[in-house]
Nanobody
Framework: QVPLVESGGGLVQPGGSLRLSCAAS????????MSWHRQAPGKERELVASISSTGGVTSYVDSVKGRFKISKDNAKNMAYLQMNSLKAEDTAVYYC?????????WGQGTQVTVSS
């Protein structure tokens, strides 16, 4: 059983929106904080956004502030990344990560391509 599975990536035009989803299973999702990371070709993986286990505290990298929103639904074991006003530089593989008492879990990634 894969602990985290991302979905929702794809090709979108500049200025468009996408919502990434991360489905969790096999661990107590509600006590884990979550984060979204991305890795563009030739670049290191970077932290994009994070959210506390209860969803009450969020943080974002400066480049996505005001455009992206991270959320977490503990009842559904789901995390989301709403991405608006997408730019070409947002093109990357996006990964979700859970971190908590049992260690870290990573998803397999979903490709987001922003291009006209």
């Amino acid at each position: 059983q894969v602990p985290l599975v991302e979905s929702g990536g794809g090709l979108v035009q500049p200025g468009g929106s996408l919502r990434l989803s991360c489905a969790a299973s096999g661990f107590m999702f509600s006590i884990y904080a979550m984060s979204w990371h991305r890795q563009a070709p030739g670049k290191e993986r970077e932290l994009v956004a994070s959210i506390s286990s209860t969803g009450g505290v969020t943080s974002y990298v400066d480049s996505v502030k005001g455009r992206f929103k991270i959320s977490k639904d503990n009842a559904k074991n789901m995390a989301y990344l709403q991405m608006n006003s997408l730019k070409a530089e947002d093109t990357a593989v996006y990964y979700c990560k859970a971190y908590g008492p049992g260690g870290d879990y990573w998803g397999q990634g979903t490709q987001v391509t922003v291009s006209s």
